[in-house]
């Protein structure tokens, strides 16, 4: 048997097996001038790591931010929360976990209970998903153009949505077009931002465009989807912000005061 | 990043991102990512699945900064070990792994990581992390590359060294011990 008193170096570096893990960690559990060592010997490893310090990919932080702004955080250690294992508890407790922001309210106002929309589902906590995969499509974008300009345009835009995401007061709803595709609205008003992103929609003939509108007493025009990549973002005016619906109609030709045909993406903003 | 200062403004930044900040978790990811991927990259030698690894380092950063104690040790090394971790159990379970144990345990091919300047890159600022390393002697740096930067359990470095266990878990103890003298001299 092993002195356990011996183990930080080992088990800094990793080397050790899971059940002498187990076993060191018990005994971690009683010894603090061992939890000592290991904090020293863990802070060499990570040292070791600057060594080989790399630059990553320009993608992945997008990926990562996009990726947190969706994913609830454990709550603070309690008495009873393992606090040394390896750095973690591991991945269980994080489909109970949940984030203050996506619990919806129970009180009397009812500002945050998230209503069913018509088409699709709306709130923060779903909508989020969706936006979140959307972010990385836009990333996505990015990556399979040639042009570096579009490129670095796709990348902006992803960072945009990003930032848009983490926004407080963010509301997102999204939906499936009745043409195939598929829509997310995402607004904040503190931040006086909504954008439509658009995913994978058919192309359509000759002057034809995918025509947004802004809908309170009556339909305004709100930008139009730009052709290609599959994946756009489309800014929305400020009238958006406090909006009822935002719709999509194929019309035409661009320009249009009001919609000549039926919506083929329509979505009712939840309330701020 | 190794300096008590900037470790104390990391602390600040996990403080920050334990209450769902995610603009302190961003300017984290720009203190950090470096070194992050460095290891990850560096453990699986793979970008593609480099970029996944990493990718879920953070995230499981971000889900438990909450529960991130200072007094139990510093951002980078807390950060690292999660890195570190989750690159070893990917390798551990790819086929890769395999492979290459295949490709030792045969002879084959010469082991291609003994020689430092291959794992360290030029840059300055790593210049007393590679002094350090090269004060090891042979052996003991030899047990830590393939421990540490190669992510095997020291089972898999006796036999890929021919050595017996207790050798090697020696070797690794001293080198850490030796690499703490070095660098905390380094540091004064």
């Known amino acids: 048997m092993t002195d356990m008193h011996s183990l930080a170096g080992e088990y800094a570096v990793g080397s050790l097996t899971p059940e002498e893990i187990e076993q060191y960690e018990a005994h971690l559990a009683t010894c603090p001038s061992c939890r000592e060592e290991v904090a020293d010997m863990r802070d060499i490893a990570a040292q070791l790591s600057e060594a080989v310090a790399t630059d990553p990919p320009a993608t992945l932080r997008e990926s990562v931010l996009a990726q947190i702004a969706q994913t609830p955080q454990h709550p603070a250690a309690t008495a009873e929360t393992p606090r040394y294992g390896t750095a973690t508890a591991g991945g269980a407790a994080l489909g109970s976990a949940t984030a203050p922001s996506v619990t919806p309210s129970q009180g009397s106002t009812s500002s945050n209970v998230i209503p069913m929309q018509r088409r699709g589902m709306a709130g923060r906590a779903t909508g989020l998903m969706a936006a979140a995969a959307l972010v990385a499509a836009v990333a996505m974008g990015g990556w399979a153009l040639s042009n570096r300009n579009e490129a670095r345009d796709a990348t902006a835009r992803a960072e945009q949505l990003t930032a848009l995401l983490a926004a407080g007061d963010v509301r997102t709803v999204s939906s499936e077009f009745a043409t195939g595709g598929e829509g997310t609205v995402v607004l904040s008003a503190s931040r006086g931002e909504a954008l439509l992103v658009t995913a994978e929609l058919p192309e359509l003939s000759g002057d034809e465009v995918y025509q947004a509108w802004t809908g309170k007493e009556s339909m305004e025009p709100a930008g139009v989807v730009a052709d290609d990549p599959a994946t756009n973002v489309v800014e929305l005016p400020d009238q958006a912000l406090d909006a009822d619906q935002i719709a999509v109609t194929v019309e035409p030709t661009e320009g249009l005061r009001a919609p000549t045909t039926d919506p083929v993406f329509l979505v009712d903003l939840p309330s701020a | ?188």
């Not at chain 2, 990493?54 to 950063?61: N, P």
């Not at chain 2, 395999?98 to 084959?108: A, C």
């Not at chain 2, 002094?131 to 190669?150: G, H, I, K, S, W």
Request: proline share 3%.
């Open chain 2, 1 to 188: 990043m190794r300096s008590s200062n900037s470790s104390g403004e990391l602390v600040e930044l996990l403080q920050h991102v334990a209450n769902g900040d995610s603009a302190a978790f961003a300017q984290f990811y720009d203190a950090t990512s470096r070194t992050v991927y460095g290891i990850v990259l560096r453990v699986l030698r793979d970008a593609a699945q480099s970029e996944e690894v990493a990718q879920e380092v953070y995230v499981e950063a971000w889900v438990s900064a909450p529960r991130f104690d200072p007094q139990l040790g510093s951002p980078t090394a807390w950060l690292n070990t999660i890195a570190h971790r989750k690159a070893v159990d990917r390798v551990r379970s790819s086929e890769r792994s395999l492979q290459r144990d295949q490709r030792h345990f045969e002879g084959d091919v010469q082991y291609d990581a003994l020689d430092t300047s291959d794992i360290v890159v030029a840059r300055d600022e790593n210049q007393r992390v590679r002094d350090a390393l090269n004060c090891l002697p042979e052996a003991q740096r030899t047990a830590v590359q393939l421990a540490y930067f190669e992510g095997r359990t020291h089972r898999e470095v006796a036999e890929v060294l021919q050595l017996p266990l207790g050798t090697v878990k020696t070797r690794i103890r001293d080198a850490m011990k030796r690499l703490r003298t070095h660098l905390e001299e380094a540091a004064s």
